[in-house]
């Protein structure tokens, strides 16, 4: 890829816009049995022959739990102004039910008392991903009890840690759980049925609606919300095959979960393409999905492109590819954002995931890894044109704090901002790691400055 410098204008976003950066449990933890953790549905798929592209697993992964003290020195260097995490369900609660584990509670006590220490806000994600395999034995996401279980869980986090954490997101893309993990089966559990895979989306936004519901009712002061995986859908061609399967794919990635929450049901258009296939609904269910959410997350890296005859090639669309084939399209983003603001009665937005996995090499202690300062320059270009047209944008978080655990793929593709060497789990800042950082310097900078301009104009 052409290596132009994409530079960031200075002009400033507004004050309250939250710069964050985000990892997940699963993915950086590691201590995948100690201090009393239950194995979680990835745990068990890692083992599967052939799951995982490197044959690896999050046994140690970034050892971060271990590590946490010096993984708290990185974010507080960096300058953030928050820190988007995951909670390992089955840490806390080890079989999904019964028990607790006190020790794998306190270790996110220290988290959340460690970011808050460095004026970082703490911004948790309930579920990504690693369902306690407990519950999977008993049917997963497929099973309306997991609804519950989750809703328990939800207020369980919440009893220990409510008071401290800025925000709290149900799940982690729903979209990728029901369909890579029970349609084509690529992620855990490695289900390949479409009827389940429905059934499991349709339990996700329920459990979403009611842990939402549950957590307000405890007079939950955190901001609540979910966080979609979204792209614009476009087709490869203008024929009108291609137009009608990209139609049905924005229906299956965007308007599958996007239209429920806000009170619109499900789509009639894939409803009908599912045809026996469409979940079974309780009365109640689209009343609990449609629940007001204080904001939406976005996690957003490519554009989709669908074609009649089949699988796209990212080749044929002439972009540059990341090291994971999937095309460098910032406009998408802002695309995105200004059809999501047109098309929903959305409340203010966060580019929740942002990144980039990228050739990276270590030389001699240095990492120079200017497509990935492009990349994530670019694309916060993106979020502000959508906010000059009038997109409420509250804040993005770069994808990811660390090189880290890419479910399939492995340990080969490296998305960090900082670089970790599994074999002595060393942390070493890229280059883009140092930019983010300035960035956020001159950002701060500029609200200090906009603050003394207003105390002055006060005449205070
Ligand atoms: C997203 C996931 C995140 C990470 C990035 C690259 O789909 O939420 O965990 O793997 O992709």
């Known amino acids: 890829m052409p290596n132009t410098h994409h530079p960031v204008p200075d002009s400033p976003f507004p004050p309250d816009f939250v710069w964050g950066v985000a990892t997940s449990a699963f993915q950086i933890e590691g201590a995948a049995s100690a201090d009393g953790k239950g194995p979680s549905i990835w745990d068990h798929f890692c083992r599967l022959p052939g799951a995982v592209a490197d044959a690896s697993n999050g046994d140690t992964a970034c050892d971060h739990y271990h ?7 990185l974010l507080g260097d960096l300058g953030a102004d928050a820190y988007r995490f ?9 079989g999904g039910r019964g028990a607790w584990n006190a020790k794998g509670l306190d270790f996110y006590e220290r988290l959340v008392d460690g970011l808050l220490s460095r004026g970082i806000q703490p911004y948790l994600t309930l579920n990504h991903w690693d369902l306690p395999l407990e519950l999977q034995v008993s049917g997963g996401w497929a099973n309306r009890d ?26 982690n893309e729903p979209w990728v759980i029901a369909t890579l993990g029970h349609e084509t089966g690529i992620f855990a559990p490695g289900i390949q049925d479409r009827e389940i895979a429905m059934q499991a989306a349709h339990h996700l936004l329920v459990s979403h609606g009611l842990a939402v519901q549950a957590l307000r009712k405890e007079g939950c002061r955190a901001k609540l919300g979910i966080v979609l995986n979204l792209a614009p ?11 009608q399967s990209a139609w049905l794919e924005d229906g ?9 929450l806000f009170g ?9 393409h599912l045809g026996g296939d469409a979940p079974r609904v309780e009365p109640g269910d689209m009343e609990a999905i449609a629940t007001p959410m204080d904001y939406l997350g976005v996690n957003y890296y490519s554009r989709s492109v669908v074609s009649a005859e089949g699988p796209w090639d990212t080749l044929r669309g002439g972009l540059p590819l ?34 980039g996995a990228f050739k990276d090499e270590l030389v001699a202690g240095r990492l120079h890894d200017a497509e990935r300062v492009n990349y994530i320059a670019a694309h916060i270009e993106a979020v502000r044109n959508a906010m000059k047209q009038g997109v409420p944008m509250e804040g993005y978080m770069v994808w990811s704090l660390l090189d880290n655990f890419e479910w399939a793929s492995g340990y080969a593709k490296r998305f960090g901002i900082v670089h970790v060497d599994y074999a002595t789990q060393r942390r070493t800042l890229k280059d883009s790691a140092r930019w983010f950082a300035a960035f956020l310097k001159r950002q701060k900078a500029a609200r200090t400055h906009r603050a003394a301009q207003a105390v002055e104009t006060l005449g205070v």
Request: proline share 10%; charged share 25%.
């Open 233 to 243: 859908v476009q087709p490869a061609t203008d024929s009108p095959e291609d137009s």
């Open 322 to 355: 990341t090291e994971m084939g999937w095309e460098i399209y910032p406009e998408g983003l802002t695309q995105l954002l200004l059809r999501l603001h047109r098309d929903y009665p959305v409340p203010p937005m966060y580019v929740t995931e942002n990144g």
């Open 67 to 73: 590590r946490l003290q010096e993984d708290l020195g």
């Open 146 to 171: 997991t609804m519950h279980r989750f809703v328990e869980y939800a207020l369980g986090m919440h009893a220990r840690l409510g008071d401290r954490v800025a925000s709290i997101c149900t799940h």
């Open 264 to 272: 619109r049901g499900y789509p009639q258009d894939v409803l009908s």
């Open 86 to 94: 995951s909670v390992s369900w089955p840490r806390v609660r080890p």
């Open 252 to 260: 299956r990635l965007l308007r599958w979960y996007m239209d429920p």
